[in-house]
């Protein structure tokens, strides 16, 4: 369990590291350790408020490196891209294995086998389709966005055109050959250190023998799962690790049960103390983080 908690941990340096490429064209030198307090910050905002916390990172990592906010929710949507095809890779794995290895499974694992994999499907298409038009179209994007908006006073037409190069800054490195590998190499690790974490959680129960691939068919599953997030309470982490580890590998329900808990413990709980500490430390107050994370500013 102490292993499992301190791969947990790893995982937001990982995540720190590769926000530092997406920040590479506005600041080539940004700070580590603002960006893991900013990370981990950000991870309790999640935890405590639900999905509307997943602005509170970008909003601190831009305060504290003083670059523009717009740059850092174009960083934050390529980092749910890069996190969307490590879900997608593991998922497709999980499909494949499960549909190969002739399982019998209930009507509920069923059904998610049928939706996930149809979801999956639209979900790779929109995100090649996504991360072609930031590569190769933003600028003609931008171009066309603005004829629109000339429509408008000119006093808007100015902040708007403002706000839009400011975000085409922050997927400058979606441009760079050299950044995307970097993405995808630290993107690996990242979810290299969730697998190895929930390794060595199964690893702590009697009878949880899992090798690397049921360690990566459960991932594919639970990681789709953990996008299903209620404030303070989880969700579904839970319900997925339990239909996967009763109906697919034939666990007890109350084994599956307390796995499935400690694991959203692992996933979200977990950053929540050191969370609190940073914050507290650097002064900063829930109330104004919930108003960020709403879409009012500090």
Known sequence: MALAVAFAYSTYWGRALRWAVFLKPLKPKPSLRNLISATVVGFTAITLLGRP???????????????PVASQLAA????????????????GFALARVGSS??????????VLRLG????????????VVLVLFRHFSEPARRILMRTLQVLPDAFQA?????????LQ????????GAL?????????????????????AASFPGLNFTIVDLLVLMGFVSLGASVQIPGVGGGVQVMAVLVLTEIFRIRLETA???????WVLTFVAVVPPGILISLKEGLEWRKLHRVGTGGSL
């Open 102 to 111: 002739g399982v019998s499974v209930g009507p509920r694992m069923a059904l």
């Open 76 to 91: 934050w949507v390529l980092e749910r891209l890069a996190d969307l095809l490590m879900v997608l890779l593991l998922f």
């Open 181 to 201: 590998f970097l993405i995808l190499l630290y993107s690996v690790l990242e979810w290299a250190l969730i697998v190895a974490s929930y390794g060595c959680l």
């Open 53 to 67: 916390g997943e602005f509170v990172r970008p909003y601190l990592i831009a305060t504290k490196e003083q670059v």
């Open 170 to 177: 922050g997927i400058e490195s979606v441009r760079s050959d």
């Open 159 to 167: 902040r708007a055109d403002k706000l839009v190069a400011t975000f």
């Open 117 to 128: 994999g149809r979801a999956a499907a639209i979900a790779a298409v929109a995100m090649v």
């Open 257 to 263: 049960t307390a796995f499935a808990f400690l694991a």
